[in-house]
């Protein structure tokens, strides 16, 4: 069966790929900054380049299509993450919408996660299309062998 295509779902998720993507290029211009704040919460040195990496190839699969199931939960995962370890300061309302924020962004992902099976994306169903296998094996005349 084929797999639908549709637009909406399309542009939906390139648009949740943006804001990670402009999240993974924040974290690695301002490096230095983000690298100080995330060991100053507890975390070790070593999840900052982890973390820049899994935002960046999810968030580029997310917007090609390509594995969006798997590139959505382990966004949503971070999400999570990220708002716990990092964003649990009530006392600054900022971080209180930075967790809100962070927790809406799963649940986006999860629904996107659940629905991905029914949807695929533009630029791989166009990448399909054209590489179509043959429906005789090779060797094999059209008249039936």
Same mark, same amino acid.
Not at 83 to 89: E, I, N, P, Q, Y
Not at 123 to 134: A, I, V
């Given at each position: 069966?084929?797999?639908?295509?549709?637009?909406?779902?399309?542009?939906?998720?390139?648009?949740?790929?943006?804001?990670?993507?402009?999240?993974?290029?924040?974290?690695?211009?301002?490096?230095?900054?983000?690298?100080?704040?995330?060991?100053?919460?507890?975390?070790?040195?070593?999840?900052?380049?982890?973390?820049?990496?899994?935002?960046?190839?999810?968030?580029?699969?997310?917007?090609?299509?390509?594995?969006?199931?798997?590139?959505?939960?382990?966004?949503?995962?971070?999400? +999570?993450? /990220?708002? =716990? &370890? $990092?964003? %649990?300061?009530?006392? @600054?309302?900022?971080?209180?919408? !930075?967790?809100?924020?962070? *927790? +809406?962004? /799963?649940? =986006? &992902? $999860?629904? %996107?996660?659940?629905? @991905?099976?029914?949807?695929?994306? !533009?630029?791989?169903?166009? *990448?399909?299309?054209?590489?179509? &296998?043959?429906?005789?094996?090779?060797?094999?005349?059209?008249?039936?062998?």
């Amino acid at each position: 069966m084929d797999r639908v295509i549709n637009p909406v779902m399309t542009f939906a998720r390139v648009l949740l790929a943006l804001l990670f993507l402009m999240a993974g290029a924040s974290m690695i211009d301002q490096y230095a900054i983000t690298h100080v704040y995330v060991v100053a919460m507890g975390l070790p040195d070593a999840v900052l380049p982890l973390v820049i990496a899994i935002v960046v190839v999810s968030a580029l699969a997310l917007m090609t299509g390509y594995k969006v199931r798997w590139a959505a939960v382990m966004l949503a995962a971070l999400s +999570l993450a /990220s708002a =716990v &370890l $990092l964003h %649990l300061d009530f006392g @600054d309302p900022s971080q209180g919408i !930075l967790f809100i924020r962070n *927790l +809406l962004v /799963s649940g =986006v &992902l $999860l629904v %996107l996660a659940a629905a @991905d099976s029914d949807h695929e994306s !533009l630029l791989l169903s166009r *990448l399909k299309s054209t590489t179509r &296998l043959r429906k005789t094996p090779p060797g094999c005349c059209q008249a039936g062998c």
